[in-house]
């Protein structure tokens, strides 16, 4: 009569321990979470969603004026404000997703204490929301886009953009993969948490958003192999690549990324588990 | 009846002190015995969870081997002292941690009632709240929509429904937290002290609930409180946990007996100085009418509870006392500052005396418990309590001033100072 236990409880843990019926049991929740992510973030403002544009517009004249008027950097045929506003897109739904999820475990410490539920719903939500936000920045880049087809600059989308799923689901991976590895190693140790806030900041540099790999190639062959190693210029070359049709794209480095993406996330995956279980004793 | 939770030998052990260096240093070799396969060195250690003893050594077993099962729609209650280890044990049924060793198998969804109200977003509204609440607890979205309307009904705040929380009452937030979490159907439900909120009407609505879900309904209840007569109400069962060990497991009166009997056992001596929060007592003495301290008092004699109190917050308060005294458990009188006006601001560091002035002790003899509490009346805080402070020890005493003492077996609990006239016809 004791045997059809439903679930149990003990310190005993596999390795992955992902329970997708019971996560498909809680879809309801994520996406109540995600409704709540994108809701809240604006209430009680003026401007609300359009904080949504302003901020990659503000940043890509920045990086215009600054990288490619004043220190010259050469983005081929392609205007450089556009040059600069998709590489941004992209970079932010990577630091969206990677920035939200890095501090999971802190910031719901309360909640989590109280209550189950699968815990991976959190960072899950988080890279939903994200995309959501992400959609939305995609429509200005489209918008500006136009803007530039019609004041008769040439520039056409290659076949590669078959590959843009691909692309997103890549910044998702490695962003949640990395959010989710620092999420759980400040649990108890807070040191990381400092780190972040900077750490993404410089990362912008060496994941060649603000200039094309080319040109890091030509001007600086000694460590152009640290942003050639760097996943995330992988991903900020290649969508450039298949909007923009300007840069570099080779299949190995795209494998490359691929397999590195997917590592990232089940090392993550597999951290986060075993910090779920007993984070909230040392939080 | 089918077991419908199985606990097995579950332990949970904690790290005493804060995480520093330490921690790093016993981290890295749990690590290495566990990557050669050996066991962590850190379980064979730890002290019995005790928390008003030294801590002597790094680890403490907040819980230790318990054993218990429950069966479908029994209505179990946890009870114990402060510290014995009642919220770890729900925190492990409702899966928030898990155990140290043991296992804990169940044929149902357990939900938490843990701290009604969390998750709640400050900026969504109450309607959107429930929703987003009721998911948290594992409640799917149709179940929630076909019950929304008894929610609100429940909590009573239909007026602010499409209010942000952040508006609300601590109190509107605390009933619209319980009105969702009372509407769960998990087949198992753990709460933990939530009637200890709200007004007394809600309190009422909320036991009441209580009661149709264990009994209307047959759901199963694991119920940890400190007030005894919501157990009492509530349970047919309970478990005594005591050191992070199981004292007691069988009928509630019995367990609450065998509970209140050890807490006696236990905290019948005080000794002072005793800090508590935001106050020290200096001492408490009973001195008689020539300020000597009385070691034994007589009825009809003039006594003074003196009571040496320091404000040791860092700020003015306006102080209470309660005294009640206790014979057998029973409260037979209080002396509280606040009936007679005496609410005192004391201010930041002042050390003083308070004089209880009693001129004609009227309690028979016996012996007498003292219970006391300190209150803040500003910020409405409980500064100390302590429901077994003293004892006193009353003698027969001539409290007529006529010689004769009353026998105390046909006295009764205490004494009326009357005089008498006799008229002739």
């Known amino acids: ?283 | 009846m089918s077991v419908i939770l199985k606990a097995e030998n579950i332990s949970k052990q904690y790290r005493l002190g804060t995480v520093g260096t330490g921690t790093l240093s016993h981290d890295l070799n749990r690590w290495w015995h566990q990557i050669r396969g050996k066991e962590d060195p850190y379980l064979k250690v730890g002290a019995v969870n005790d928390r008003s003893a030294k801590a002597s050594e790094d680890y403490v077993w907040a819980l230790r081997d318990i054993n218990f099962e429950v069966k479908t729609g029994e209505v179990l209650g946890i009870i114990g002292k402060n510290g014995a280890g009642k919220s770890t044990l729900l925190k492990l049924l409702s899966r928030v941690t898990s155990p140290t060793t043991g296992s804990i198998r169940t044929k149902g969804r357990i939900a938490s009632l843990l701290e009604v109200g969390t998750g709640f977003h400050p900026e969504l509204t109450g309607r959107e709240n429930i929703y987003l609440n009721g998911a948290i607890l594992g409640m799917t979205k149709p179940e929630i929509r076909s019950k929304i309307d008894e929610i609100i009904a429940f909590s009573g705040c239909e007026m602010y429904i499409d209010t942000p929380v952040k508006r609300y009452s601590s109190g509107m937030r605390v009933r619209l937290g319980f009105a969702v979490a009372a509407h769960l159907e998990p087949e198992i439900l753990v709460v933990d002290e939530v009637l200890a909120v709200g007004d007394a009407e809600f309190q009422k609505k909320a036991i009441g609930k209580m009661q149709d879900l264990s009994t209307g309904e047959g759901r199963t209840v694991l119920f940890v409180s400190h007030n005894m007569l919501s157990i009492e109400q509530l349970c047919s069962r309970c478990i005594v946990l005591e050191n992070g060990t199981v004292s007691y497991n069988g009928k509630t009166k019995l367990a609450i007996s065998n509970y209140l009997a050890k807490e006696k056992q236990k905290d019948t001596k005080v000794s002072f100085p005793l800090s508590s929060k935001n106050i020290r007592i200096n001492h408490f003495k009973v001195i008689d009418n020539l300020e000597n301290i009385a070691e034994i008092l007589f009825i009809g004699s003039q006594y003074k509870l003196n009571l040496g109190l320091k404000n040791i917050a860092t700020l003015d308060q306006y102080i209470d006392v309660r005294i009640q005294f206790f014979s057998n458990e029973k409260l037979i009188t209080t002396l509280n500052s606040y009936h007679r006006n005496e609410t005192y601001l004391l201010k930041e560091n002042e050390v003083v005396d308070l004089l209880f002035n009693i001129p004609k002790l009227p309690l028979s003899s016996g012996r007498y418990s003292l219970g006391i509490q300190i209150y803040n009346r500003s910020e409405k805080m409980v500064l100390y309590e302590h429901e077994n402070f003293f004892t006193l020890e009353i003698k027969e005493g001539d409290f007529f001033k006529t010689g004769r003492l009353p026998h105390r077996k046909l006295l009764g609990k205490c004494l009326i100072d009357f005089d008498m006239q006799i008229r002739t016809l």
């Open chain 1, 1 to 283: 009569m004791n045997d059809d236990w439903l679930y149990e409880i003990s310190p005993k843990r596999k390795l992955i321990d992902l329970n997708f019926k019971e996560i498909w049991r809680y879809k309801d929740l994520l996406i109540l979470f995600v409704k709540r992510d994108i809701t809240t973030v604006y209430k009680q403002t003026i401007l609300g969603p359009l904080w949504f544009f302003i901020q990659p517009l503000f940043t890509s004249v920045i990086y215009t004026l600054v990288f490619n008027n004043i220190a010259s950097v050469s983005t081929g045929a392609v205007p450089s404000f556009l040059f600069n506003l998709t590489g941004i897109t992209a970079w932010n739904y990577f630091n969206q997703c990677f920035t939200s999820t890095s501090n999971t475990f802190n910031q719901n410490a309360a909640l989590f204490g109280k209550v189950y539920f699968p815990r991976v719903i959190v960072p899950l939500s988080k890279v939903i929301a994200g995309l959501v936000k992400f959609g939305i920045q995609l429509l200005i880049l489209i918008a500006f886009y136009f803007y530039f087809i019609l004041k008769g600059t040439s520039i056409s989308p290659n076949s590669n953009i078959v590959l843009f799923p691909i692309y997103v689901l890549l910044m998702a991976l490695m962003g949640l993969g990395f959010g989710m590895i620092i999420s759980a190693m400040t649990t108890k140790y807070r040191d990381l948490t400092v780190l972040i806030g900077f750490a993404t900041s410089l990362l912008v540099y060496i994941s060649a958003v603000p200039y094309p790999l080319s040109q890091v190639k030509q001007k600086m062959p000694d460590i152009a192999w640290i942003v050639q190693l760097n996943p995330l210029t992988q991903i900020i070359e290649g969508f450039r690549y298949m909007i923009l049709d300007e840069g570099i794209f080779d299949l190995r480095s795209f494998i490359y990324t691929i397999v590195v993406g997917m590592m990232i996330f089940l090392v993550g995956l597999i951290v986060f588990n075993r910090t779920e279980k007993n984070f909230i004793d040392t939080v």
